[in-house]
């Protein structure tokens, strides 16, 4: 008994050390850096059926029998199996006059160590054909119902039953064939034989009182497993492979190998000279002296199909067609330098300093609006603080507050749209810092006084005027529909 416990606790200590043995990975040892091949494999989960028959003193007539399997490997070749099972099968005398029969159920379970007699060959990555042999351990509970058999402590032949839970020992082989990567089945036959002394009594018969015994009766059990691979992703998120026992050893190895096969000798070669070699350029006969981007090919900064190297203009704005020397074209007029300074000097031109200065001269800030817009704006905050502030400190002028608009739009939505502003202007006035409404004086100008009256300057004539007023009167609200809020549509000669 000692030396059965013993074989098993040493089996279940080889298979725990070689599945942790499994893990990839790199592992720094003393004599360096050592990469294991060995991949995270997946557990099998099986069931079989069989026709058990019992060889003893008796004949033996095939029964069934069933049961589920576990099985792990420790590396390509061994593999630890623990079975289940249940089964009934029957003997019988073998004469004409010979009544002797017993009936045998079978109830046991154990482990098997596997081995995968043919993986030691390397010649394919995966075997479609495994050939088993297997042995192992484990424990039955066996009952034996009988009929005019002569057992141990009766004086005649008598019905009756035997029952006892015994140790046995199994082995036998097999052959499996691998049908996809998650299924396999196996044809197998496995014989077990019991310790003890029911080693001779499976069958009941036991030869009492003869000259002759069979001494032990084995269980054998020829069986067909379907085996399913269980098993997802490893906690690096990589994909378990099949059981070890069905890969080839060397498959990771020779991957590894034909990778390093495949990839390109290092071919310095630079044909176009532009500082990329030939076996990474896209374009192997750059022109000399052009810029090229990382895979070699000539440099196109703007992206109108014109080189750089030969791109008179290579940042040309995007919308607009280039010539074919990739200069844009149909460019808006913009207001230059030169006219901005023309204008300011016709304007000082006429401009005449007060001899006797007075409020009526003061010069008050503008505020200026979005497109289509009478909101005063944030940044014009400080703006009508400082008229406000002259008001506050001069209380006996007025001050007339004038709208402007730029001239797109009809006439009479911008004299609408100026009206508004002004109006808007007043109110911050009096909302915000306590200016007496009769002080402010509304007028509008709508479109008819540009600051600037140069195409593209619209946001200098967005605007309102504030002057010392002399002998201004209010202005009414010009005829038309409301204007300001939302985006304008139509052109300027079609008015709304």
């Known amino acids: 008994m000692t030396v059965r416990k013993l074989t098993l606790v040493l089996l ?99 482990a098997q160590l596997v081995a995968a007699l043919n993986n030691i060959r390397f010649d394919k990555p995966m075997r479609k054909i495994l050939l088993n042999g297997f042995a192992g351990i484990g424990a039955s509970n066996f009952k034996v119902d009988y009929e005019n058999i002569l057992v141990q402590g009766a004086t005649a032949p008598g019905n009756g039953d035997i029952s006892a839970t015994v140790p046995y020992v199994d082995f036998g082989g097999g052959i499996g064939f691998r049908v996809s990567p998650k299924f396999n089945f196996a044809i197998e036959y496995t ?67 034909a990778a390093l096969e495949a990839r390109p000798i290092y071919d310095p070669t630079d044909t176009d000279g532009d500082g990329i070699i030939d076996a990474i350029d896209d374009e192997d006969n750059s022109p000399a002296g052009a810029r090229v981007d990382s895979k070699g090919v000539t440099l196109d900064s703007d992206g109108d199909k014109v080189a750089d190297y030969k791109d008179k203009e290579p940042y040309s704005p995007p919308g607009y067609s280039v010539n074919m020397d990739g200069v844009a074209q149909g460019l808006p007029k913009y207001t230059t330098e030169q006219q901005v300074n023309d204008i300011v000097d016709a304007k000082l031109k006429n401009f005449k300093l007060p001899t006797q200065p007075g409020l009526s001269n ?9 497109d289509n817009n009478y909101t005063v704006r944030y940044s014009e905050y400080e703006k009508i603080y400082q008229v406000a502030s002259v008001m506050k400190q001069n209380p006996e002028i007025k001050v007339v507050v004038v709208g402007h608009t730029d001239s797109r739009g009809s006439e009479k939505y911008n004299n609408v749209l100026s009206y508004n502003r002004a109006k808007s202007a007043i109110e911050f006035l009096v909302s915000q810092h306590g200016i007496a409404r009769e002080r402010l004086i509304l007028n509008w100008v709508g479109e008819g006084s540009p600051l600037i009256p140069v195409a593209g300057s619209s946001s200098s004539n967005r605007r309102v005027e504030f002057m010392v007023a002399k002998d201004q009167t209010e202005m009414a609200r010009p005829e038309g529909k409301e204007a300001g809020k939302g985006t304008f549509k139509g052109n300027k000669d079609a008015g709304f």
């Open 12 to 110: 279940f200590v080889a298979a725990y050390i070689g599945i942790n043995a499994q893990t990839p990975g790199e592992v720094t040892t003393g004599g360096g850096t050592y990469r294991s091949f060995t991949p995270k494999d997946q557990w099998e989960l099986g069931v079989h059926v069989g026709l058990p028959f019992v060889a003893g003193d008796l004949d033996s007539k095939l029964g069934f029998g069933g049961g589920l399997h576990v099985r792990k490997s420790i590396d390509h070749i061994f593999s630890i199996r623990a079975n289940g099972m249940f089964g009934q099968a029957k003997n019988e005398g073998g004469g004409t006059n010979d009544t002797r029969t017993s009936k045998t159920t079978w109830i046991g379970g154990g």
């Open 191 to 257: 014989v077990a034989t019991v310790f003890g002394r029911e080693a001779d009594r499976l069958d009941a018969e036991a030869n009492i009182n003869n000259n002759q015994t069979t001494y032990r009766d084995n269980w054998h059990y020829p069986n067909v497993r379907l085996n399913f691979n269980l098993g997802g992703k490893t906690k690096d998120g990589m994909a378990k492979v099949e059981p070890l026992y069905w890969s080839n050893p060397l498959a990771q190895v020779s991957d590894a190998i």
């Open 362 to 370: 003061w010069f008050l800030p503008m505020i200026y609006f979005s």
